[in-house]
C-alpha cells in the first residue's frame, strides 16, 4: 500500500511517495522545502535506509495543474445530457433510436459507455452521461439523437477529460 501526503502550493501539487516498507511518510516532513513555482517534476534518488529496496525509491514529484507532468492514459471527451422533468412519460417513442445509435458507436469503438444519471435515491433521471473516444463522435451523437431532435434533452454539453489514472 502506498502513503501519500500532499502539500499545495502556487497552483502545483507535491506529493510524496513510499512504500509501505519504507519509513513512515511523516518522518519525511520535516526535510521538505517550499520549492519555487515550476513545471517541472522532482525526482530525488533513493539513499541507504529511506527505501527499503533499490527499485521501490522515496520521490517526491511536483504536478502543476497548467501542464502535464507524466504522460495520459489518454483523453477521452464527456456527453452529458439534461432531460426534461417528465422523461419517462415521453421517451417512448424514441427510446429504441437513441439506444440503437449509442450501441452503433459502442460497436464502432467510438462510444466507451453511457446511460442516465440523476440525484441518488430519485428513480427519474435527470440526464445522461456518455464517454467517447473523440470529440467528433460525441458531436455525431447529439446530431442523430432522437432524443435531442424531440426535445427529450433540454440541453448538453461536450466536455474534454484527461485520464490519469484507469483500471487496467
Not at 85 to 96: A, F, Q, S
Not at 105 to 134: Q, R, Y
Request: include cysteine; glycine fraction near 8%; proline fraction near 7%.
Amino acid at each position: 500500500m502506498t502513503a501519500s501526503s500532499f502539500k499545495v502550493y502556487k497552483s502545483c501539487i507535491f506529493a510524496l511517495f513510499a512504500t509501505s516498507s519504507s519509513p513512515s511518510v511523516t518522518a519525511f516532513r520535516p526535510s521538505l522545502q517550499r520549492i519555487p513555482f515550476s513545471s517541472t517534476a522532482i525526482a530525488l534518488p533513493s539513499t541507504s535506509g529511506v527505501a527499503a529496496h533499490a527499485h521501490t525509491p522515496f520521490s517526491f514529484q511536483q504536478r502543476c495543474f497548467t501542464r502535464a507532468t507524466h504522460p495520459l492514459m489518454g483523453i477521452n471527451y464527456l456527453l452529458s445530457y439534461d432531460y426534461i422533468p417528465d422523461v419517462l412519460e415521453k421517451r417512448g417513442p424514441y427510446r429504441e433510436g437513441h439506444l440503437d445509435l449509442a450501441k452503433k458507436l459502442l460497436d464502432e469503438g467510438k462510444c466507451l459507455s453511457g446511460g442516465p444519471k440523476g440525484t441518488v435515491g430519485n428513480s427519474v433521471p435527470s440526464g445522461a452521461l456518455f464517454i467517447f473516444t473523440d470529440e467528433e463522435s460525441a458531436k455525431k451523437f447529439v446530431e442523430q439523437d432522437p432524443y435531442v431532435s424531440n426535445g427529450i434533452v433540454t440541453g448538453h454539453t461536450i466536455e474534454e477529460w484527461n485520464v490519469v489514472i484507469q483500471k487496467e
